[in-house]
C-alpha cells in the first residue's frame, strides 16, 4: 500500500520555526516529484512549495518565498519543508504529495500530484 506521512508540526509561537518531514511507506521517493500543501480553517487548499525528483528544481508560492525551504534526502527517503520565520496566517493542515515524474519541472497544481499524506497540523500562536 502506498503511503505518505507527514510529521513536525505543532504549535509554534510568531517567528519561530518548524522542519516538516514527509516519508513514503510501500514505495520510493525517488523519481517522484514532491509538493506542499496547506488548507487554512474555511479556505481552499493552496500549494506551498515542491522539489523536483531530481531536486534541482524548486517552486514558492509569494508567501513562503524568503521563508520557507524545502529540501529532499535520497538516503532517507524523505522530504523537508523548513519553515522560519512563521506567522499566524501560516496556520494550516500542511500535507506532502508525490507523482512519478522523473526529470520533470515540478507545480504547485494539486491536480498533478497522485499520493497523498494525511496532513499535520501547524499552529503559529502566542
Known amino acids: 500500500q502506498l503511503q505518505l506521512v507527514e510529521s513536525g508540526g505543532g504549535l509554534v509561537q510568531p517567528g519561530g520555526s518548524l522542519t516538516l518531514s514527509c516519508a513514503a511507506s510501500?514505495?520510493?521517493?525517488?523519481?517522484?516529484?514532491i509538493g506542499w500543501f496547506r488548507q487554512a480553517p474555511g479556505k481552499g487548499q493552496e500549494g506551498v512549495s515542491c522539489?523536483?525528483?531530481?531536486?534541482?528544481?524548486?517552486h514558492y508560492t509569494d508567501s513562503a518565498k524568503g521563508r520557507f525551504t524545502v529540501s529532499r534526502d535520497s538516503a532517507k527517503r524523505a522530504v523537508y519543508l523548513r519553515m522560519d520565520g512563521l506567522k499566524p496566517e501560516d496556520t494550516a493542515v500542511y500535507y506532502c504529495?508525490?507523482?512519478?515524474?522523473?526529470?520533470?519541472?515540478?507545480?504547485?497544481?494539486?491536480?498533478?500530484?497522485?499520493?497523498w499524506g494525511q496532513g499535520t497540523q501547524v499552529t503559529v500562536s502566542s
Open positions: 504529495a508525490a507523482v512519478r515524474a522523473p526529470n520533470t519541472a515540478c507545480s504547485l497544481q494539486r491536480a498533478m500530484y497522485d499520493y
Open positions: 510501500g514505495f520510493n521517493l525517488d523519481y517522484h516529484n
Open positions: 522539489i523536483s525528483s531530481y531536486g534541482g528544481n524548486t
